[in-house]
C-alpha cells in the first residue's frame, strides 16, 4: 500500500518562496509519474506540475518558470520549489503517484499567499 505525506505549507507573502516536499512509502516510486496538483477555494483540482521516471517534467501554464518540481528516488520524495508566489497561488496542494492500477493521493497541505 502506498502512502503519501506531503509538508512545507504555511503562510508566506507575495513574491515570497515555499519548498512542498511529498515522501511516499513503498517501492514504485522511482518506476511512476509523480505530481502535484492544487485545490482552491470553490475551484476544481488542477494540475501544477508532473516528473515522470524518465526525468521529464510538466508544468502548468500558471506556473511556468515560478515552479520547479524534482524527486529524490533515493529517497522516496518529490519536492516542489515554488518562487515568486501570488495571493491566486493559495490553494491546497497534493501529492499524486500515478501507478498503472491507480492513482495515490496526500492529504494535502495548505498554501496561503497573503500579505
Known amino acids: 500500500q502506498v502512502q503519501l505525506v506531503e509538508s512545507g505549507g504555511g503562510l508566506v507573502q507575495p513574491g515570497g518562496s515555499l519548498r512542498l516536499s511529498c515522501a511516499a512509502s513503498g517501492s514504485i516510486f522511482r518506476r511512476v509519474t509523480m505530481g502535484w496538483y492544487r485545490q482552491a477555494p470553490g475551484k476544481q483540482r488542477e494540475l501544477v506540475a508532473t516528473s515522470t521516471s524518465g526525468g521529464s517534467t510538466n508544468y502548468a501554464d500558471s506556473v511556468k518558470g515560478r515552479f520547479t518540481i524534482s524527486r529524490d528516488n533515493d529517497k522516496n520524495t518529490v519536492y516542489l520549489q515554488m518562487n515568486s508566489l501570488k495571493p491566486e497561488d493559495t490553494a491546497v496542494y497534493y501529492c499524486?503517484?500515478?501507478?498503472?492500477?491507480?492513482?495515490?493521493w496526500g492529504k494535502g497541505t495548505l498554501v496561503t499567499v497573503s500579505s
Open positions: 499524486n503517484l500515478h501507478a498503472v492500477i491507480r492513482d495515490y
